[in-house]
């Protein structure tokens, strides 16, 4: 436990918070470190700290590599990654990212080491695009082998695993990755506070295979957090009318809306009407570069103890820390909600929180799951810090068995993928002409395509929807394609490209609004 106890205590010097005892995470420590071959699911609220479990094995794998040589954390997000790299940095000084448009980076060789979903497949495939076009001319492999060998040796954390398990084009391959990582023996950690039964049959399932150590770690009655925050006042309450209505200028308010084009219209209308200064108004969302993002959080930081109002999209449920008196937010399927909830009420000294949930558009989410959640949110009283409160409402959405879960995976696209993962011979030259196929036949990889534009020298990810939408304002330009960009195929063929690692720059060459971000 020195390791666990170093990490705490670097951690609250750094943050200015007084420790405080998570027996949780100090059970996960202990059974990680101790076990021969573990596979941990760690079900905790938002809130409970787990990333302290992810900086604490790091800091123990520098003294004793037995049983991992490092850890990777993989994430759903690049605004989660950002900030946990910024704790990381100041607090220990040894982790480094990876992921798209960042560091240069081709090994996990860091104590600590944080990524994407994506990246972290595209490692485990050997293929590095970045690489593409000299793999792809047989004048070189790419670092394949090299890249998934430091996996191999790694403890791997997935954490907010939630994310990846609903987003249907990412869902495949991250049954493949589990089930490779497994097959080989790699200590797995998921963390998330929203995990269906079904989802954890599934994992349970693969371990079970393998002869791990399963184990599932929820906190216990007596938990300092659970206590602490049962405590707290929550009142969850629905309604129709305008998000704005409900907002309270004496107090902390957060508007989570779930599409950016609304945040940005709200944010106009709230700027002259809400009764709060202009500077106290504050918008992020996924479409701003990451300094906009750093500079907006900053803000919100030093507002964080009186007036404010922070419109944002899903890019506020994680990766930004920050406490609200209020929050309406649109509906959302209960996992996503649980995540918004986490902001409210959130710090220790808070007594109360108000939520109202506005009867909105489902998109872009599942109509039946939005639904379903509304309809038993109103029937039963939940405390969004217990999870023993919502635990049947999170499976009744997202999945009683095993089954239900399994259903959206392509077993075909699967069996691929693994094959790729698992196959001595198949070197980054033979991947990447599988993939290339593959996805030629239409058959995403990784999530939805995204581009990655370059604003000033920082990247946005955008859709190929918006690629098309700023093209055609004359708002970006696409170096290296050799297509015009007619229309919405175009934009998608751009998106393959670029997924596969064509050299090609998308550039936004308009003037970037400091305020709104791209819109």
Same mark, same amino acid.
């Given at each position: ?171 495949? $391959?991250?049954? =493949?990755? !589990? @089930? /490779?990582?497994?097959?080989?023996? #790699? ?7 929203? *995990? ?118 899903? $890019?506020?449920? =994680?990766? !930004? @820390? /920050?406490?609200?008196?209020?929050? #309406? ?7 996503? *909600? ?182």
């Amino acid at each position: 436990m020195k390791a666990y106890r170093e990490a705490l205590k670097r951690l609250a010097e750094v943050k200015g918070f007084k420790p405080e005892r998570r027996p949780l995470l100090e059970e996960a420590f202990d059974f990680l470190t101790s076990s021969d071959r573990p596979f941990l699911i760690l079900n905790a609220p938002t809130g409970y700290g787990k990333t302290l479990l992810s900086f604490a094995l790091a800091l123990h794998s520098l003294g004793d590599a037995s049983l991992f040589d490092r850890v990777i954390h993989v994430l759903p997000m690049r605004s989660i990654i950002e900030d946990i790299q910024r704790t990381a940095e100041e607090t220990f000084g040894f982790s480094r990212t990876k992921m798209m448009g960042s560091s240069g980076e081709f090994l996990h060789l860091f104590p600590l080491n944080i990524t994407t979903a994506d990246t972290f497949t595209w490692d485990l495939l050997k293929l590095n695009t970045k690489k593409r076009h000299r793999i792809k001319a047989g004048k070189e492999f790419g670092y394949d082998y090299l890249t998934q060998a430091s996996i191999l040796t790694s403890l791997v954390i997935f954490d907010e695993a939630h994310f990846l398990l609903e987003d249907e084009s990412m869902v495949t $391959a991250f049954d =493949a990755v !589990v @089930d /490779f990582l497994t097959s080989n023996g #790699v200590p797995v950690v998921v963390m998330t506070a929203t *995990l269906s039964r079904g989802h954890r049959e599934l994992f349970e399932g693969y371990a079970k295979k393998n002869g791990y150590d399963f184990r599932i770690l929820t906190p216990k009655e007596g938990d300092p957090f659970i206590e602490r925050e049962l405590g707290k006042e929550f009142s969850i309450s629905f309604a129709r009318d305008d998000h704005l209505k409900f907002v309270d200028p004496e107090k902390r308010n957060a508007v989570i809306v779930n599409t950016v084009d609304r945040a940005i219209k709200l944010y106009e209308d709230a700027k002259n009407d809400i009764g709060l200064g202009r500077e106290k108004v504050l918008l992020i969302h996924g479409r701003m570069t990451p300094g906009h993002k750093r500079s907006v959080i900053e803000r919100l930081r030093e507002l964080k103890n009186g007036e404010f109002l922070l419109i944002g999209t899903q $890019a506020i449920e =994680a990766g !930004v @820390d /920050f406490s609200a008196d209020v929050m #309406v937010t649109d509906a959302a399927p209960i996992n996503s *909600l649980l995540q918004r909830f986490g902001r409210v009420a959130r710090h220790g000294g808070d007594k109360k929180g108000e939520i109202i949930i506005i009867d909105a558009p489902p998109q872009p989410y599942s109509k039946e799951k939005v639904g379903t959640t509304l309809k038993l949110l109103k029937e039963k009283g939940i405390h969004p810090r217990v999870p023993g409160t919502y635990q049947d409402i999170v499976s009744a959405v997202h999945g009683e068995k095993r089954s239900n879960v399994t259903r959206i995976i392509d077993r075909s696209h699967k069996a691929k993928l693994l094959n790729l993962m698992k196959a001595p011979e198949k070197r980054a030259p033979d991947v990447l002409s599988v993939i290339e196929t593959m996805m030629a036949e239409g058959k995403p990889i990784m999530r939805s395509f995204l581009i990655p534009l370059s604003v000033n020298g920082e990247i946005v990810p955008i859709t190929p929807k918006k690629l098309l939408e700023l093209y055609s304002k004359g708002l970006l330009s696409v170096e290296g394609s050799g297509r015009e960009i007619k229309d919405l195929n175009d934009a998608y063929l751009v998106a393959k490209d670029i997924a596969l690692g064509r050299d090609i720059n998308v550039v936004f060459v308009g003037e970037y609004d400091r305020e709104r971000g791209i819109v």
